[in-house]
């Protein structure tokens, strides 16, 4: 069964910047797409970001472009959310996820990944 744990999440000013690491296991893990998803209270779960297998090619939602960077270090089974002009709209539930071995728009979708993290709280603070 594929894990994932995020961390890096916590507490920050506008403007500032946080790193959020995903380690995973379990399965092939440079095969396969990541994507990066987030829920604020209230919400639903939303598009954040995802990266090919590979890592040469990015998705990101118009909310954080120019502002999030997604990557990944497949030596060490990790991808990364460098978030960085932060706003308190960006507060909430940070989730990783392994979704399919392809990559095109549908990995914007959550009815894509079958893997799921536990989540990481990123607030920020006005």
């Known amino acids: 069964q594929v894990q994932l744990v995020e961390s890096g999440g916590g507490l920050v000013q506008a403007g500032g910047s946080l790193r959020l690491t995903c380690a995973t296991s379990?399965?092939?893990?440079?095969?396969?797409?990541m994507g990066w998803f987030r829920q604020a209270s209230g919400k639903e779960r939303e598009f954040v970001a995802a990266?090919?297998?590979?890592?040469?090619?990015?998705y990101y939602a118009d909310s954080v472009k120019g502002r999030f960077t997604v990557s990944r270090d497949n030596a060490k089974n990790r991808v990364y959310l460098q978030m960085d002009s932060l706003k308190p709209e960006d507060t909430a539930v940070y989730y990783c996820?392994?979704?399919?071995?392809?990559?095109?728009?549908?990995?914007?979708?959550?009815?894509?990944?079958?893997?799921w993290g536990q989540g990481t709280q990123v607030t920020v603070s006005s």
């Open positions: 996820a392994a979704g399919p071995p392809y990559f095109n728009e549908v990995v914007r979708s959550t009815r894509t990944y079958d893997y």
């Open positions: 379990g399965r092939t893990f440079g095969s396969v797409t």
């Open positions: 990266i090919s297998g590979s890592g040469g090619s990015t």
